[in-house]
Every structure is written in C-alpha cells, then in structure tokens.
C-alpha cells in the first residue's frame, strides 16, 4: 500500500525566510508525485507534477525536487501570502487514485 | 477554461437522511475522483469514474456511491447519514488517460451531519 509522510506538520516562517518541506513516499511503481497547495475551506489548488528522480520544477518562489524515496519543497524568500497546507500525494501502479500526506501548515509572518 | 465546479457548496443533513452530491469536471476531462477530507483522517480516495464506469475505489463503506453521466458530470449519493460523514468533499477531474495525469480539484462540498 501507498505510504506518504510529510514534515514537518507545522511551520513559521518569517517573510524571506527561506525553507524546505519534505514529502518521504513509499510506492510501488511511481507514475507520478503532485504538490498541492490548500488554502481554509478551499479546495487542493496543483502546483507540480514530478514524474521520475531527478527532476525539477519551479514557480514563482517555489521549487520542488524528486528523488527516489522523497521529494522536497522549496520556498525561497516566502511571503504571508504563501501561508496555506502544502499537500504531497502519490499515484502509483495502474491505479489513478492519489494518496495524500497529512499536509504541512505554513505561516509566514512579516 | 472553467475549472471544476462542485454544488452545493454547503449542506447541512440529519443522520439517518441521504444526501447527493454534484461535480462538473473540466471540459474535455473524461476522469473524475471523488476524495473525503476530515481533519482526521485527512484527504480519501473515495473512487473515481472514468467514461461513465467506476475504475477504482477506496475503503469507503457502501453507503457511499457514484455514478458519471455521458457529459462527464458526476454524482456521489451517500445514504444513512452518520455524524462521521461530516467532512469536506472534494472532485478532482483529468484527462486521466493512464495513471499519473494530473488532478484538478474542485472547491468542494461541506456536508454537515446533525
């Protein structure tokens, strides 16, 4: 079965204070690994697909990485308005369904 | 292009009462999934519809059903509403073609079981 962990649960960040997330997966047959960013009573909004180890994809202030067994978030010089639940899933085998880290809530202060 | 819709936004129901759920995927997706998100047990394949035949599902009892019409809009049905259904449901749709596409979410739907 589908295993993902993040970390850490919770994080405060000054305004450019720059961190990572880390999403640790367990998965048999990778087809690809997504960061989502949640918002209070708001629905999962995408914001990277990584498919095989190695690769890399950047927005704006955020960066994420893949290797192997975890992928990292990276946020350079954060804004408040980058407060939110960052959430890893995986999706794996033939199955189209995504399973879900518990998130890591983000607060960055000025 | 529009994105995934989700009505209503906000239900409130007894236990006991059943309740339907609505999601517009976006155009040209023939994939919908259906996810329970509780501040417990956080977000929950539920299952996911594909060309209007269930493809996958989770360990969600029975009470829990959907279905996909030929426009790719989906319905999930809950019936005998029990307290713990209280939660945030959410669609997602893609393209979907083989695993790994990406999933777009909708903003969700807030049951509240009384």
């Known amino acids: 079965e589908d295993q993902v962990t993040q970390s850490p649960e919770a994080l405060r960040l000054q305004e450019g204070e720059s961190s990572s997330l880390n999403c640790s997966y367990t998965?048999?047959?990778?087809?690809?690994l997504f960061w989502y960013r949640q918002d209070p009573g708001k629905g999962p909004e995408f914001l990277f697909t990584?498919?095989?180890a190695g690769e890399e994809k950047e927005k704006e202030r955020l960066k994420a990485t893949l290797t192997k067994k975890e992928s990292f978030l990276h946020i350079t010089a954060p804004k408040p308005e980058d407060s939110a639940t960052y959430l890893c899933a995986v999706c794996s085998g033939t199955a189209s369904k995504l399973t879900f880290g518990t998130g890591t809530r983000l607060q960055v202060t000025l | 292009k529009a994105g995934v819709t989700q009505t209503p936004r906000y239900l409130i129901k007894t236990r006991g009462q059943q309740v339907t759920l609505s999601c517009s995927p976006i155009?040209?997706?023939?994939?919908v999934s259906w996810y329970q998100q509780t501040p417990g047990q956080g977000l929950q394949f539920l299952f996911e519809y594909f060309s209007e035949t269930q493809r996958n599902k989770g360990n969600f009892p029975g009470r829990f059903s959907g279905r996909q019409f030929s426009n790719s809009r989906s319905e999930m049905n809950v019936s005998t509403l029990e307290l713990g259904d209280s939660a945030l449901y959410l669609c997602?749709?893609?393209?979907?073609?083989?695993?790994?596409?990406?999933?777009?979410f909708g903003p969700g739907t807030r049951l509240t079981v009384l």
């Open positions: 990584l498919y095989s």
């Open positions: 998965v048999s047959g990778l087809r690809g």
């Open positions: 997602a749709s893609s393209s979907q073609l083989a695993g790994g596409d990406t999933q777009y």
């Open positions: 155009s040209g997706h023939r994939s």
